[in-house]
């Protein structure tokens, strides 16, 4: 039996699990709604095209007052759920119910915040990187396209008395001999706000 038949048999008698489906099309035009203390704003990412895989993507802060360019080279950007311990400033415009429609932005204080995204790299792992911006103005104060690389789909981004801390891939593992998962060692990165810039560093 061909490759295809093999497929349509396994179709028909249930055999292909719903995690094996192909993947819902990706949304290449999202908004998030924030809010920081009395600051309200929001980022919006586009593609000209309509179609991720062009990798046409930008971004922009939009407040009352205008809005400012996020300094990102086009690319395949995505929302990164906020899973973990820290209190979302942005949610998912379009998103139902109370939970589920929070992303990983995260307030620095009433007038700041840091927002996480991700890069697609594919073949390889996705990126991620975060941007800090004014919340009262819509001033990008500064961004990081590459924190590091994730080997999760979901990532969780947990708070510190600093700041935050992600696990990221440090070190491929020359002496594992797969093209896969193992063959990559996470570590922890914490991301910081020093001096008005964002401080990235492993934690040991």
């Known amino acids: 039996m061909t490759r295809g038949g093999w497929v349509a048999l396994m179709l ?32 919006a990412f586009d593609s000209a095209s309509g179609e991720c895989t062009e990798d046409d993507m930008t971004a922009v802060v939009e407040t009352s007052g205008g809005k400012t360019g996020l300094p990102l080279e086009k690319a395949w950007y995505g929302s990164i759920a906020n899973v973990a311990d820290g209190k979302s400033v942005c949610r998912l415009a379009g998103a139902k119910g109370s ?9 620095v204080d009433d007038r700041r915040a840091l927002v996480f995204f991700t890069r697609d790299d594919r073949p390889g792992y996705e990126w991620v990187g975060v941007a800090l911006i004014d919340a009262a103005t819509g001033k990008v104060l500064d961004v990081k ?5 994730s080997k999760e789909r979901v990532v969780a981004i947990l708070k510190t008395p600093r700041g935050f801390k992600l696990q990221l891939i440090r070190e491929h593992l020359k002496g594992v001999q797969c093209d896969c ?20 560093r492993w934690m040991r």
Not at 27 to 39: I, K, L, M, T, Y
Not at 99 to 107: K, P, Q
Not at 145 to 149: C, D, K, P, S, T
Not at 184 to 200: E, L, P, S, T
């Open 181 to 200: 998962s193992a063959a990559f060692a996470d570590d922890w990165m914490a991301v910081d706000v020093v001096n008005g810039r964002i401080h990235a």
């Open 99 to 107: 939970v589920g429609g929070g992303v990983s932005a995260f307030a």
């Open 145 to 149: 396209q590459r924190l590091g690389q």
């Open 12 to 43: 028909c008698c249930g055999a292909v699990s719903v995690e094996a489906a192909e993947p819902e099309v990706a949304d290449c035009d999202f908004r998030w709604e924030c809010q920081v203390g009395a600051h309200v704003f929001s980022v």
